[in-house]
């Protein structure tokens, strides 16, 4: 996954945090530097309309964020490049691990133990993206077809929902993630059958 540089150029403290704690969950590496600094940078700025100078070619503006972490961490990262597969690995279980891939980059991964929120986070996903392969393990029969059924209702025209082999992704010994959320990330990169 190539990316454009960020920084982040703002003196108001409220937008500067918020978009520090974004890049961080992210992973996104990232340069701090002054709005009166920023007309030089060949990047991504970061900062308010208040602080942004007419030559900053590329920005996002933190009156633009909605707030909701997930929404605003796809919109910087799809502010700082472009993607080819755009996936969603699901790891059945009482904790249900979730992760969204993006070019195999997991951007975010987190555990549910809901269905309704999973449902929620997807809606969320497919509203910033034109189409998503869904990926859903199929270790525990009995979630995965819960699970499988619900997002079927709410597929678009382009968006692919699969039933992946959950062998060998759960993590021996010590790992990024806890276990379920390891393996949605394992998941997301599999190969499945077409859920019909």
Excluded: C, H
Aim: charged fraction near 30%.
């Amino acid at each position: 996954m190539r990316l454009k540089k960020a920084y982040i150029s703002t003196v108001n403290g409220k937008a500067f945090y918020y978009y520090l704690k974004l890049l961080r969950s992210a992973g996104i590496p990232f340069k701090i530097t002054l709005p009166e600094n920023a007309e030089k940078i060949d990047g991504v700025v970061f900062t308010t309309k208040k602080e942004a100078g007419s030559l900053i070619k590329e920005k996002v503006f933190f009156e633009d964020m909605t707030l909701d972490k997930t929404v605003d961490t796809i919109r910087v990262i799809k502010a700082l490049g472009r993607f080819r597969n755009v996936n969603l690995g699901i790891d059945p279980g009482k904790a249900i691990g979730v992760a969204l891939t993006l070019d195999n980059y997991p951007l975010i991964v987190n555990v549910y133990y809901d269905l309704e929120d999973i449902i929620n986070f997807i809606v969320k996903v497919m509203d910033e993206f034109k189409s998503i392969t869904i990926k859903v393990g199929d270790g525990n029969p009995e979630i995965a077809s819960r699970i499988l059924d619900s997002i079927s209702k709410i597929l678009r025209k382009g968006d692919v929902l699969m039933v992946v082999s959950e062998r060998r992704t759960t993590p021996k010994g010590k790992a990024t993630y806890r276990k379920d959320m390891s393996a949605a990330v394992k998941i997301a990169s599999r190969e499945g059958k077409i859920y019909s």
